[in-house]
């Protein structure tokens, strides 16, 4: 491909901002142009984040002055709304906060904490999982909201059980995440090593943020609560539900359903969630316990791919009208 | 106090074993005399478990032999139900393998995978679970059954509330434990570092040994699935229990039941495995989803201490007569 | 013992602090009456650090009103020497930082960065690295200079070595620490368990601020370079050292020199830290390389107990005129 | 390019195995034909090895029926020799193995114990470390020697400084792996997640048999010890070498050397092992400690990646013509 096409990525020092940086370094058609961070304008990204090697020089976001043909957005919740809809009259926006993720916008002062200031932007964005939305409404849009990693693992083990009929009751979603999902600026005690190491806890056991956004597409009420993996990346939901179905029909239903879909794989057992380190893959399990009539499902992903950065490139390269696969790995790095 | 009394350990290099000479070796009371183990037998304690201080020459084990007034088995399963008996005769047995959790013994085939070799033996050692059960069971005992590590966690959490009333449905219980407690002998690849660090998965997503344990005592059926964590130690046992009671609720049924409780402590956030790291203490904690109607506990144990060695050590105290506290951490090393 | 002595804690929730208190719940001649915090002043010690079950109620530091029978100063750099003088006419003083490590206290500006405000203080401190030092001068103290945990693992290998005439030439000494050394206040993002996780690094790899403390007790020179382990606790120091000593002259001139010493052991195979986690244990090893005629010395610590708090409590013990083992475990917490 | 070349692993479930099938998964011109494994053959490589999701069927090593342009030889030591030569007559071979790292043949008995088979095989195996060899000698090659770990993240930084004149004496290399550098198929107790979680240890403290594969390229003797790190993959090695040269200097000599690799990076602060987690980097820092007139160097690589497959791939990149860089990472996986 002669032409490349260029990317902007704005908080580019974060966790999902880095990582959207170094699955871009081996992407075969686009390319990091602008990388922005309020702190560390100025300085070289390479020397920014150590273990990233792009030359590029941090700047200061500037909206006016932003051109790309993509932009990913990895502010914090509560910058995106107030940028993406004029960024997107010129640019595809790939927005990796929470800031589009619910179309019921009156659910953002319970849940977030802010008042959304874009209630009624038209058309608005679509929901990029693509694996479970009309990947046409991706392609189509201008702005791809960009799922929650706990909604991610979560939904790509539910959805097809749902619409096979195969789920009833309230499912438990019992899911553990890798540190990195708190992101990097966190300053509290509690995120040291010396505090974690070696150790593991629930955190926020009920009204956790991710909930409304799996109910979004869930259709109905779940039971959620996420605990603190002693690792950087990582997530697993074991996902309890009430089902008369086997454990057969499980498989049989994710297997037609996810066919043609690179990304989503089945296993005879239970997935770790270093398999997919590193990769765009999630891997599900199911298993059915007869004494009690309930399904069990294992979804993994790396929180920070196909629960952020990755998801983003899938987001991006389908926004764009590239190979949905280009650039990203599928095989983890293990061990 | 002038008289010291004996202690054997029989097995002393595995996890549990050598962690109950660990806690003797700061007992005021009860001295390690003999230890045991097949493979090491002529090498000293300190030589073949660098981490352990004591002199004491590891031996065979020989039951004939053995005097003592106290007898710690922590063999594999199926090897205490054959030598606890005729042990029982002249001494203290606390046997920390799973042979004689289950008094219905019919269950040992289907579960553990073998006949159980003395289904008659009268009167039927002690469940050693003390807060729990009648403690003058465990004082007038001759031999006690040490409780699995998850049934000890879970339990702790759920029989106050079933006791209370304020359960209902099946609890789903996911649980957590770091790789200690697949023991010391593992030599498949799955429990190398390389394949675990970083990493977390779900195994015997059904039909875990410890459900028909947990069910004999909480009295009704139980979803269980259990997870590796990537840790030595440490277990954190999440249930998810429809309920109509208040988070203030649980709080005032395990407050009232817990008063003198040396070792259960309730706590206003969620606590972390590493915070009972060496101690005997278990920590609970509860929360309340009123949108979907189910209590939340958290329970974390030391699953070689409060889950094992620990527990042991504390059955030995109420059989000897000794204080239940004596020689037993309350406090976590930490960080 | 009827009556048990009291003991008060200046900075209860750091991390030395802390495993002060810890160790002294196990105490059975000593027992914490005081703990203080300027931050957390009001809250009882479990409260603020989960993981310790004591109720004393946290309180602000004040050097008037403070009555005990001993007193540890577990404060930043700085402090102890504005407040020690006077509080050692009252009680005795153990402190754990290093404002009275140091006899020239000409070194002070240009290794701490501050002048010392008590630089004639007569009689000096006197230094409490048990084992090293005329414990004479420790029992007769007002003021113990807790050593530094690198100093401590590095000297204990080191100087019989030196005694003995066994090295030549500057010792290399390239040591890894646990992040709890760098204390529980850390608010910078390297500290974070996401940047550390799985990964190692050298820092300071120059000038780090033990070095004229190793060197007072050597008696010349050393090269010296820390590294940091993703892990709470635990020092190893790796010690190349050219020398005409066999590796068996080696062992000789420890085993004689350690002969008595209940916390100092050597083995025949190189320790891993985990082995002394929790304990006031020091582990050595050595090896000799006739290739190129150096002693090859390992030397592991729990860089929190031995390398702090435990020799704290050690040297209280010998200013109380207690046994010096007295509430110290020597048996490691594995796995 | 429209013809793709084939390559075959032979021992693809190793962890070097595996690692050349996850690099070639993402390699433009070559593509993984043929893996063989003779405990798992017949097993889809993506069964075998959950993280890769390539779905070559796994086959026995039959060294007669091999086509393919070039073959991975990731076997235990001893293997290659006894195919390498004939297997080299019909295509590109890289050993992973240590099997032609030594050109002093003699070696062999006394550091592997084991008698060479081909001792005479001429021409000799080139040795694939590119940034420090002539790069003809690889491209020309049949077979190439890919280094061992320890010796590329020692070698990268000493011998631009070596060769500059700018070292004197014996160099201390005091060097950390993860434990990946011990292969995947250890039973040993020792590496299990339980024993090595948070922990650290010295082992083969002299004697190491990656010494003369070491000295051969420096040129003199060398004091080396390795450790083993809690974690799955990286190398650090730290080395202390009597010198003259500042600071600057050692910085201005790697600059020169390195300027145009596209491995290897200088950096301004120590870099830590997981900044090249998954790349085919080696990150470079220098130190000059004037009060003992030591340089103190700092070389990071992922040993299964620049210390094993990637710089593999990057020999075969080399040895087929193609893009030195094709198929490899420059950027970590972080956190």
Redesign the interface.
């Known amino acids: 491909m002669e032409t490349r096409l260029t990317a902007t990525v704005v908080g580019a020092t974060g966790?999902t901002g880095?990582e959207v940086?170094?699955l871009l370094?081996?992407h075969?058609f686009v390319e990091l142009t602008v990388a922005t961070s309020e702190r560390q304008a100025g300085t070289p990204l390479?020397?920014a984040?150590?273990?990233?090697?792009?030359e590029v020089v941090l700047s200061r976001f500037d909206p006016e002055l932003l051109t790309a043909d993509v932009v990913f957005l990895c502010q914090a919740n509560g910058m995106a709304m107030k940028v993406a809809p004029a960024l997107s009259k010129r640019m595809k926006v790939v927005d990796l906060s929470a800031d589009f993720r619910l179309k019921d916008t009156t659910l953002y002062p319970e849940w977030y904490g802010f008042e959304h200031t874009s209630p009624g932007l038209s058309p608005w964005p679509a929901y990029g999982l693509p694996e479970l939305v009309d990947r046409g409404s991706i392609t189509a849009a201008q702005i791809v909201a960009n799922p929650g990693c706990y909604v991610t693992a979560s939904l790509l083990a539910l959805v097809p059980l749902m619409k096979g009929g195969l789920v009833s009751g309230?499912p438990?979603i019992?899911a553990?995440s890798?540190?990195?999902g708190?992101g990097?600026?966190?300053?509290e005690?509690e995120?040291?090593?010396?505090?974690?190491?070696?150790?593991?806890?629930?955190?926020k056991?009920?009204g956790h943020r991710h909930?409304p956004e799996i109910e979004q597409l869930f259709g109905g009420?779940?039971?959620f609560?996420p605990?603190l993996?002693?690792?950087?990346?990582?997530i697993?939901a074991?996902i309890?539900v009430a089902s008369s179905a086997s454990k057969g029909a499980v498989y049989d239903c994710w297997t037609r359903f996810y066919a043609d879909e690179p990304f989503v794989?089945t296993?005879g057992?239970?997935?770790?969630?270093?398999?997919?380190?590193?990769?765009n893959?999630c891997?599900l399990?199911a298993?059915?316990?007869?004494?009690?009539g309930?399904a069990?499902l294992?979804s993994?992903i790396d929180n920070l791919v196909k629960g952020a950065a990755g998801q983003a490139v899938q987001n991006m390269n389908l926004m764009l009208g590239l190979p949905e696969v280009a650039g990203l790995?599928?095989?983890?790095?293990?061990?």
Do not use: M
Request: net charge positive; hydrophobic share 30%; charged share 20%.
């Open positions: 966790y880095a940086c170094r370094s081996n075969p390479f020397a984040c150590p273990w990233l090697t792009s309230v438990v019992d553990k890798g540190v990195s708190a990097r600026s966190r300053s005690t995120y040291l090593l010396g505090e974690l190491h070696g150790s593991f806890k629930a955190y056991t009920t909930i009420p779940v039971r609560t605990h993996l002693p690792v950087s990346r990582g697993c074991t309890h794989r296993q057992a239970p997935p770790s969630t270093k398999q997919v380190h590193g990769s893959t891997a399990y298993d059915f316990d007869e004494r009690t309930h069990v294992v993994v790995p599928t095989d983890g790095v293990w061990p």
